[in-house]
Every structure is written in structure tokens, then in C-alpha cells.
């Protein structure tokens, strides 16, 4: 006479073996239990958010490693850009001031400020034997010569003169 089948709980061994056929949402269970008691959940130093992972971790992700980097590093960053930016603009002023066909050309004071020159922005001074002292933006030089007049030069290669 045949047994009558009752429901396993997946814990049972079955009848064709001596193993056991695990329940899997108990089993998972178990594992997330073990799980969070052995490894200890850390924050995110940029969002806050709760993870797990490595022991050395500290980001939940590469776009909060960035964020955090980028936060780190951005009242540094801003100073370097905005100077970076007036020493540029200063070269691309004298440049187009001074065309490509003549070596030096006379300015005005007046004209260099309503093209937005800053003239406590400059890369280096050269002082000539002469001892005329001249600022540079990068190959782009300007020389006080009296009156709110600026001889504006261009440096070709190491010689000057």
C-alpha cells in the first residue's frame, strides 16, 4: 500500500538520498544573519548612505569617491583657475595688440584696462642691463615707459634685446 506524500519543508532528506535540500529563504536568512553580525557597516564619507564591502572602503560608489575628491580639492582648484584665467586673458590681450608683423608697439594705460588687463597678473620680469624692468604673460611683455605709456613686446626664444 502506497504512503500518503506530505509537504516537505525542504529541510527533510529526501528518499532517494541521505542530503538534505535546504530551504532556500530560511537559508538566505541565515547567511544575511551571519552577515550582519560579522561585518561592520560603514558610512559613505560623501553621501552618508550605509554600505558594506572591504575594509578599507570608504565610498559607496566612484560617483561619491569623485564628489568627495572634487569637493576636497575645489577651493584649491578655484584660486589655480582663476588666476590661470586672468594670466591668459593679460596674453591674449598684449597679443592682439601687438601684430604679428612688428616687434614692439606702444599703448596706453587706459586702452590695456578697457581690454581688461590686470597688471598685477604676470608670469616673470626680466630686467635688461639697462636696467629696464619688464613684466611678462608668458612670451608677451609690456615695459613702463612714463606718462601711462606701455611698449608691449614679444619674447622670441631665450634671447631678448
Request: charged share 20%.
Amino acid at each position: 500500500m502506497p504512503q500518503p506524500r506530505s509537504r516537505r519543508s525542504g529541510l527533510e532528506p529526501t528518499a532517494k538520498s541521505s542530503n538534505f535540500v535546504p530551504d532556500t529563504i530560511l537559508f538566505q536568512s541565515l547567511i544575511n544573519l551571519h552577515t550582519m553580525d560579522t561585518t561592520p557597516v560603514k558610512h559613505c564619507l560623501a553621501c552618508h548612505k550605509p554600505f558594506t564591502g572591504r575594509s578599507d572602503k570608504k565610498f559607496c560608489d566612484d560617483y561619491c569617491r569623485s564628489a568627495h575628491n572634487n569637493r576636497l580639492k575645489s577651493t584649491h582648484n578655484n584660486y589655480i583657475r582663476n588666476v590661470n584665467s586672468a594670466l591668459l586673458r593679460n596674453r591674449r590681450i598684449l597679443e592682439n595688440l601687438l601684430p604679428p608683423t612688428h616687434e614692439k608697439v606702444k599703448v596706453h594705460e587706459e586702452h590695456l584696462r578697457h581690454h581688461g588687463f590686470q597688471f598685477h597678473y604676470h608670469t616673470h620680469s626680466y630686467t635688461t642691463k639697462k636696467g629696464q624692468h619688464y613684466l611678462f604673460c608668458y612670451e608677451y611683455g609690456y615695459l613702463a615707459v612714463g606718462n601711462n605709456w606701455f611698449l608691449i613686446v614679444r619674447r622670441t626664444g631665450q634671447s631678448f634685446g
